[in-house]
């Protein structure tokens, strides 16, 4: 059975159109990566936790914010490059990215070399229209947007 992972979709409605709120992971692998590395805050779950209960943990803890109260609509599964399955809800609401205070996690850097170093799982958030956030987003998640765009409309 493959990995599965489970997030949240945060999005807001500007006069300017919609926008959807996407965080970079920390860490020196993506530290200069940009464009097709944002995702949505989300993370891996094992049974028996729910992957929509999954979905809002992992939105607290790569946010240090609890999700916004409302009706968390489905998104469906995406299958990942990688091969891991990603489950993702929308919720209307708002966060400032300057409010982000991510988990953190240890990490063996440089590799090999027995020195480990704590970074936070998510680096930074941000709010992208969504034609910026299709170029942002990593590919495997990008069918996310259209089907959002759907719900809504």
């Known amino acids: 059975m493959p990995k ?73 599964s995406a299958g990942q490059p990688g091969g891991k399955v990603v489950h993702a809800w929308a919720l209307e609401g708002d966060f400032d990215p300057a409010d982000l205070r991510s988990n953190t996690f240890s990490l063996e850097w440089p590799p090999r070399s027995g020195r480990r170093i704590e970074i936070p799982e998510v680096d930074r958030a941000s709010w992208f229209a969504i034609h910026e956030a299709k170029r942002k987003m990593l590919s495997g998640q990008t069918p996310f947007l259209a089907t959002l765009a759907r719900l809504l409309t």
């Open 4 to 76: 599965q992972s489970a997030g949240i979709l945060l999005y807001r409605r500007r006069p300017h159109g919609l926008e959807v709120l996407l965080v970079h992971p920390g860490g020196p692998f993506w530290a200069k990566k940009d464009d097709g590395a944002w995702s949505i805050p989300k993370g891996e779950f094992e049974d028996p936790e729910s992957p929509l209960g999954a979905a809002l943990r992992e939105f607290a803890e790569e946010l240090g914010a609890d999700p916004p109260s409302g009706d968390p609509r489905s998104l469906g």
